[in-house]
């Protein structure tokens, strides 16, 4: 019997493996691949048919960027790069035979094509037009004409309302000390200012055919809100777009000359969509929070949001539906399985999870050891249905589509939630609870006398207290109002001689009082003060008086007795207040 | 010596730190943030936008403050900077602050739907209902979105006028039907009404959506335990119970549950781990008295029925179901204290004067309780002519037995009531939803409805038990068979009074 246990879940996991859609290609945890969706590309980049994975690693900690190029399980070429990659894609960028793609990277302001994986161009984003007012000052500062204060009171100005930003010089010169002026001026007056921006996404959008091997333009969303698209050929920008924030995400359907359209979700929180014709966004989507992936499956946009759910818009920003997530998005793409003419919208979610969502419906559930960073999905070496992941840990997992497999709606979760199965913990009640209950039963009457005149008699006793307390001023407050005053003691040592501290404090704001007396009753045969009456000082309000005295113990039997303080004023008989000192035993005595 | 270090570009990896952010992946966000402020000096704000955001996810309003106020400075022209400053002002109360930089916002992007909702909300807390009316507003005429909605319902609710509210939040469930926040609250406005089919509709439209939706099972569970569905709703709660296993309200309806299905001692238990879990909640106490008095644990629903009264001093049913504690207790005394306290305070339910009058009538005071008697009368006369709500039978035979001993009974209005059983014998299922729709109605806070539409619930039934408690010592009456020979004549003095 024990040994049929982990055959048992042997035989499960096969049934699993039997059950799952997807056989496990490769698993690698320690792949030490860092990157995004973005920067995650499948391509025959040397056109003998066998697909390669490009990745623009970002490095462990974002501080390595390597362009790396996979082939199967193993890493076909490393090259390091100057800067982090924002984008990589592979696209078509001429008409000639062998139809091989190229690579773009996009990192920083530049675009690094590679052919054949060799360096191929490098297209820089043009430099931004400076502000002319901040050019003329620094003209002016060039030929000596203006003092540095007016320089840096004009610049603050230009600052303050211009349409145009100022440059990284200015703002710099902008933070300088006084001191620090003069030699910033005289080691940058020469400069042209200068502004750059930087790219933020990029995508591509077939030229003007629709096929699957038709020459594709690169899209770039850049940091100053605009959208460029470059002519394959020539690198030249064909159209520039202004968006009202800055791109995040894209996504490009149709050809540029023909139609297409261009959907961007940018920092703002909103998705702007674009047409052809169009400068300035046609429809904008506005989320109630940022996006973290943007899908476009047939004509329904899919937007994962940090709110944990997906949602799914038309083109022209009507939102269709909305599915909740489990945990939070860290990254979606496009699953397409062309054999079967299905599209649907990968998810990697915060717990490991990658769910696969048509429309609304969920097909599949992948559950990954780690948190999945990046997702991929294409033809990979000679396989069709290849999905590509890493993980968050830097792991690398390649998963194959069965040939076999068919997404049903419904694969996932139906029918009301397992919760409902779970029986209602109602706690227990026990033989004696019984028991009690008939007995309350039987003699309720009773019981609820004997507590009522228990309860009147507690009252009693304690209004009588309390009475008690008020009248002797055996309280360690004080009740009067003309001398407010808070008492307590402390009592050290072991014995036979203690000390006691009394704590004696005026708990009025303002008035101090004067002409008190404390005044300790003892049995005389038990203990022995040197001063059993004495003067307090002046009690000034708020502060804490302490009160020294010595306690001899007289006896040698272990008894301890009850030493009582009063605190008289002079001339009145009645104390203000008094305390019980439970005098500790004496346990020097015992010992000597 | 002219070779001077080019700048570094300021926004280089903005794009990174805004990734990292969007997949709430904090420390490598700020790991890239901290490297993009050394190498600009602090000049990069976006990079000092986001810390600011990081800094107020996690609870530093005060910072991020400072933060956003920096980013201000560095761009004075950004609306979004100033939005981020209000928000952080409101964040930390200073709601008053928060407008100011609002409208300062409003100045540079007038057609913000966000600066017009936050402006609202920051008036909805200054209790300028109107003028946050107004912002509300002109936020969905900018932009539709069911927070506005929510916002501008929640106002609806704060000033009283739920026919609003209804009115708001149907529109809102007409911009997003998968809403199931506003399907809930919809369905329980409408279950405070006593809409009973619309507020289903919705409490089920919203539990299609989102099966585990806590507040709709509460709602529609509480509807089930109202047409005596205790099954179906306890199923329904055990979703709950997984999800929110320490909800007072939760557990007061499923005890209310067992009650309903005649288990007393699990309707005790759960009860007794509502009260453990909100022990000031009376409705929780009112139920424990109640099935306390039902098991004839005298002694202990005292104690409950006089807390619940420590904490709802102004409810007579709960008097009454303390006299009647203390009647089987024998301490009539008291007994007639709580029933005339109850007496004062109540002005709809005859069963507190019914039950009144049995301990005036067993006392041998006759004409106090023929005075409680005629009290009872008009009461029943007037819930008649304002609803169609049905008698507990058990209460209208008790109250024919003391007419009759009381020898009232030729005269007496107890016609219709006689026919009453037998309608409800006659049409038991079209009459489901009107069957207690006064006790579900006098809700009144949605967050209350759910336990309170579980604890109103009983006070009719559970009161019926009471009066069957007062009947042994009522024995002895002996049932006219007159009363009902007449209903023509006494519906006929009804009319001439």
Redo the contacts between chains.
Sequence with gaps: MAAASPSDSDGSRAEREASSKWLDAHYDPVANIHT?SACLALADLHGDGEYKLVVGD?GP??RQPHLKVLKGPTVLTESPLP??P?AAVTFLMEQHEPRTPALALAS??CVYVYKNLRPYFKFTLPQLPPNSLEQDLWNQAKQDQIDHLTLKEMLEGI???A?V?L???S??FL?LELSEMEAFVN??K??SI?R???I??MTTLKKNLADEDAMSCLVLGT?NKELLVLDPEAFTILAKMSLPG?P?FLEVSGQFDVEFRLAAAC??GNIYILRRDSRRPKYCI?L?A???GLVRVHKVLVVGS?EDSLHGFTHKGK?L??V?MPA?I??MNLLEQRSRGLQAVMAGL?NGEVRIYHDKALLNVIRAPDAV?SLCFGRYGREDNTLVMTTRGGGLMIKILKRTAVFVEGGGEVG??P???????????TRL??DQ?LR??EA??A???T?QTDLYLLRLRAARAYVQALESSLSPVSATAREPLKLHAVVQGLGPTFKLTLHLQNTSTARPILGLLVCFLYNEVLYALPRAFFKVPLLVPGLDYPLETFVESLSDKGISDIIKVLVLREGQSAPLLSAHINMPVSEGLAAA | MCNTPEFPILEKQNWLIHLHYIRKDYEACKAVIKEQLQETQGLCEYAIYVQALIFRLEGNIQESLELFQTCAILSPQCADNLKQVARSLFLLGKHKAAIEVYNEAAKLNQKDWEICHNLGVCYIYLKQFNKAQDQLHNALHLNRHDLTYIMLGKIHLLEGNLDKAIEIYKKAVEFSPENTELLTTLGLLYLQLGIYQKAFEHLGNALTYDPTNYKAILAAGSMMQTHGDFDVALTKYRVVASAVPESPPLWNNIGMCFFGKKKYVAAISCLKRANYLAPFDWKILYNLGLVHLTMQQYASAFHFLSAAINFQPKMGELYMLLAVALTNLEDTENAKRAYAEAVRLDKCNPLVNLNYAVLLYNQGEKRGALAQYQEMEKKVNLLKDSSSLEFDSEMVEMAQKLGAALQVGEALVWTKPVKDPKSKHRSTSASKAANFPQPLGSNQALGQAMSSAAAYRKPPSGAGGTSQLTKPPSLPLEPEPTVEAHPTEASAQIREK
């Design positions: 995004f970002l900690g974002g800067a982090l924002a920083g302001p600052r303050e309302k349409e930003p440059s990284v010089q703002l710099r933070q080691q940058h020469s400069k200068k750059q921006t930087v933020t996404t940091e800055v995040v920092r703002n506005e109630s940022q996006p973290v940090t939102r539906w909305t909740p939070a860290l990254t915060a960073t009301p939630p919760a409902q199965a779970t029986k209602l913990n109602v706690p227990r009640k609870y019984v209950t309350e039963r309720g009457t019981m609820h006398r507590f």
